[in-house]
């Protein structure tokens, strides 16, 4: 029966090309508006660290002056001063736990031939690496160093191992840079997390830096603080060190938790430090620490503008529109064949055959309005590469995307000819049979 | 008299319109009327609100940062062996650039319009009050700054060399003097009189004293911390870093070749540093608003297509009607219905359609648009853009029915006696 009703509607379709190719084409149309929009918010807001993204926290305190808001409207800073980092990450309560900055120095590698360059560098402590699970090419990372502890070693991108040392295993090699020698530890493979979400100073889809040494480094150093530095008091002195005793945050703080360990003994812990550090004469204003895990972190930072949501919502209301118009055009074309559907009435077919048949013949118009969908979306992400060129390199049609629109083209198909196919089964045969 | 008035009446066309068979016609296809209706107001309701942000978004593209973005380009000039000496590298280079004929002026300043970072400062009359904070975003330049960056200077006067203090990041200190924007001086002196501010002292962050030597009319903050875009202070200060960031404000049209000019001229004069980041304020802008541009576009495609669809549907239902009513229209016209008769049918149909999508379309849109306020933080619709979109969604409808309406004019009166 099935297959009676497919070669009927092929042949309906056949017969009124010009009606089926608008009503396939309107729908498309409004499929593809509706995907590109949705593909923006679906790639956006991707979790970077499906694996455990639920037990990796972001630390913020409030260490803020007090009647001071650090953000509107009273929310504190969103990085963490040196002291909280070396306090925090030391006093070990989580599984891993890593503060990191950026920052930035001359690299000058030993061959002549490769031009000294700028980099920018990553200074953070050990634990980083196993808690964002990051790719290793060659060697590995390093611990969470103690206070003292400075060890001149650095893990380099995959694109600089290949500016530098022609992409060969370098672990162990010597690179000269910020003026001293650093041994190389590893290599990581690509990595290029979306959204960046361990430090989104510079976007959310910024590539990750070229170099990473260990935080202590950059106290040794005296390298420049690169990202958001805020601060509130108003002279801190001019002493490299007094910035790091200073209450200026520029640090990001993360922390795992065990699989065991519940978010609540971690903010008991936190609770617990602010107070001491309220009785050292710190933190003038009322506790209020913040946990947030990754996807808490993304909607927290708006990783997805309202833009994109307000030009999905706009979308959505396109496609309906083109819903409405392929229903007033199906209406029309089942109207069109009144007399053959009567004809088929008087000869025996009852309602529900001729309904079927409409529908098949809707779902068959609704497969193609997905194909014109898809091919439509494609060019169209095309152009939001072109209009984000930051995040262009995120930008495809994955599996789920594909079957989406699918869905979604015979959702508004059926929609679309559900009532026409009604009216059309309900017809009296008679008045049409003259 | 009075007969000719009801006789001139009768003339027009739209006295003549039999809105009966209208109605009876619009009743008989009640489904694809409705669906045809709520069509032309969801894309009113679309219309009007996209039309409303891109309006706001060319109003933000269009805002001048008050320097002459047209003519200015920036470059980053990092050293980096040790004995690589900032200030001295800084110096010979911007007395070189000036010197250059298709160069205006140039200046060292780590922060300049777009450069998306700069500190902010917070100014006020009185010391220490919490009362009447005006914050600022802190530019650090020499007495040529103001020619490099081309502000208009409405009142005072500029540094002179003398107030340029050279400082390092780690020892910079608060200047004497200070310039400041037109909307900092109206922030703080709630006036409109700059001159009468020439002189007067306020305090930064609280407690430095400084006296306002001059007030420029517009400096765009390089980045936005507090909403405050307008709120600008110059300080007579050169802060030294290894790597320093160039301002080149060229002559007219000489942009281009002076940039490559400038780059070859810096790569070669110092191989102790790398010239890098070499940008013209113009692409800088682009990046900035490019969030912007995007939205603007999207929903202009997102309009046109719409419209499209929308036309597409009315056109397809009259021509369909056309069509169905071939006999109908012959008879009418068989029976002493001149052509515009037929015309005005069509077109008095559509108008029927149009007006009560529009109706229904003004309770979407402002539906839409209650949504869009209460999720997204998006300002009031103003009721122009509502009857900006239902005048286009006429405009459309009365564009769409044109060819299928002219086709019906056309039908000869001896089609009435065709069989169907």
Redo the contacts between chains.
């Keep these: 029966m099935i297959a009676y009703y497919f070669s009927l509607a092929l042949k309906s379709i056949g017969r009124q090309k010009g009606?089926s190719v608008?009503i396939s084409t309107?729908l498309g149309?409004?499929i593809a508006?509706c995907m590109i929009?949705y593909s923006l918010i679906h790639l956006m807001s991707k979790d970077p660290l499906p694996n455990k993204s639920e037990r990796v926290y972001h630390v913020q305190l409030d260490n803020w002056k007090l009647?001071l808001a650090a953000l509107?409207p009273d929310l504190p800073p969103e990085e963490v001063t040196w002291r909280d980092a070396m306090n925090i990450v030391h006093a070990k309560q989580a599984k891993l736990q890593a503060a990191h900055g950026v920052t930035?120095g001359?690299v000058?590698p030993v061959d002549k031939n490769v031009?000294?360059?700028?980099g920018i560098i990553r200074a953070t402590q050990g634990e980083f690496f196993p808690m964002f699970e990051v790719p290793f090419l060659y060697g590995q990372g390093w611990q969470n160093f103690p206070a003292n502890t400075v060890e001149y070693l650095t893990v380099l991108s995959k694109s600089s191992n290949q500016r530098i040392f022609g992409g060969v295993n370098s672990v162990g090699q010597t690179l000269p840079m910020l003026?001293k020698l650093f041994t190389v530890v590893g290599v990581l493979d690509e990595w290029h997390p979306s959204p960046k979400f361990f430090d989104m100073s510079f976007g959310a889809f910024y590539p990750p830096e070229d170099l990473y040494v260990p935080l202590q480094i950059k106290a040794e150093l005296e390298l420049p603080h690169g990202g958001n530095t805020h601060c509130w008091e108003?002279d801190i002195g001019?002493?490299?060190q007094a910035f790091l005793n200073s209450e200026c945050v520029n640090f990001n703080l993360w922390v795992e938790l065990a699989g065991d360990q519940n978010k609540q003994q971690f903010e008991d812990y936190l609770q617990r430090y602010v107070e001491q550090q309220k009785a050292l004469g710190r933190f003038p204003k009322a506790i209020n620490n913040i946990l947030l895990d990754i996807n808490q972190w993304l909607a927290y930072k708006e990783v997805v503008?309202?833009?994109i949501?307000?030009?999905f919502?706009?979308?959505l209301?396109?496609l309906?529109?083109?819903v409405?118009?392929a229903?007033?055009?199906m209406?029309?074309k089942f109207t069109?064949k009144n007399s053959e559907i009567a004809l088929r009435r008087a000869l025996g077919a009852n309602q529900q055959a001729i309904f079927s048949q409409c529908l098949t013949e809707t779902i068959i118009l609704g497969c193609l309005g997905a194909l014109i969908g898809i091919i439509l979306c494609l060019f169209g992400l095309e152009?939001i590469k072109y209009?984000?060129?930051?995040f262009s390199a995120f930008v495809n049609l994955d599996m789920p995307l594909m079957l989406i629109t699918v869905g979604i083209s015979l959702l508004s198909s059926v929609l679309a000819g559900l009532?026409?196919s009604i009216?059309v089964s309900m017809l009296a045969p008679a008045g049409y049979l003259k | 008299m009075r007969m000719n008035v009801k006789t001139y009446i009768n003339g027009l066309p739209i006295s003549r319109i039999a809105f009966g068979p209208i109605m009876s016609a619009l009743h008989r296809q009640k489904y694809a009327m409705t669906m045809l209706v709520l069509q032309i107001a969801l894309t009113l309701a679309v219309i009007s609100n996209g039309l409303f942000i891109v309006s706001q978004r060319f109003e933000i593209l269009q805002g001048a940062s008050g320097i002459d973005e047209p003519h200015t380009f920036v470059l980053t000039s990092s050293g980096f062996t040790e004995n690589f000496d900032p200030q001295t590298s800084i110096q010979t280079d911007l007395a070189e650039l000036r010197q250059m004929p298709n160069i205006i002026n140039a200046v060292a300043s780590y922060s300049f319009p777009f450069s998306g970072s700069s500190d902010w400062d917070e100014l006020q009359i009185d010391a220490g009050s919490d009362q009447n904070i005006v914050p600022a975003a802190s530019y650090k330049l020499d007495e040529h700054g103001i020619e490099a960056l081309g502000l208009t200077l409405i009142t005072g006067e500029n540094f002179s060399p003398s107030e340029v203090l050279w400082q390092t990041e780690s020892n910079k200190t608060f200047p004497s003097v200070v310039i400041i924007t037109s909307s900092v001086a109206t922030g703080l002196f709630n006036t409109l009189d700059w001159p009468s501010v020439v002189g007067k002292s306020i305090f930064i962050n609280g407690i430095h004293s400084a006296v306002i030597k001059g007030v420029v009319r517009q400096l765009q903050a390089p980045w936005d911390a507090v909403g405050q875009m307008q709120n600008s202070i110059i300080y007579p200060r050169v802060i030294t870093r290894n790597s320093a960031r160039y301002l080149i404000r060229t002559k007219p049209t000489m942009l281009q070749s002076t940039i490559a000019e400038v780059e070859r001229y810096l790569g070669m004069s110092n191989q102790q540093r790398m010239i890098r980041k070499v940008q013209s304020i113009q692409s800088l802008r682009k990046q900035e608003y490019g969030p912007d541009i995007a939205a603007i576009t999207i929903l202009l495609v997102v309009i046109t297509a719409l419209s499209i669809i929308a036309a597409m549907g009315i056109a397809g239902m009259a021509s369909f009607n056309v069509l169905q009513k071939h006999k109908q229209i012959g008879i009418r016209r068989a029976l002493g219905a001149n052509k515009l008769d037929i015309l005005s049918h069509f077109f008095a149909e559509n108008v029927i359609q149009t007006s009560c999508g529009v109706f229904i379309g003004c309770i979407f849109a402002v539906g839409l648009n209650v949504f869009l306020v209460a999720e997204y933080a998006l300002p009031k619709l103003p009721l122009g853009y509502i009857l900006l979109a239902a005048g286009c969604s006429y405009v459309l409808g009365i564009v769409a029915i044109l060819k299928p309406a002219l086709k019906a004019m056309n039908i000869a009166p001896a089609e009435a006696t065709k069989s169907q």
Excluded: R
């Design positions: 009606l608008l309107t149309l409004g508006a929009t009647n509107p930035w001359m000058t031009p000294p360059f700028l003026g108003t001019d002493e490299y503008s309202s833009d949501y307000v030009f919502y706009l979308a209301l396109f309906l529109v083109c409405f118009n229903a007033s055009l209406s029309t069109a152009g209009l984000y060129p930051n009532i026409p009216k």
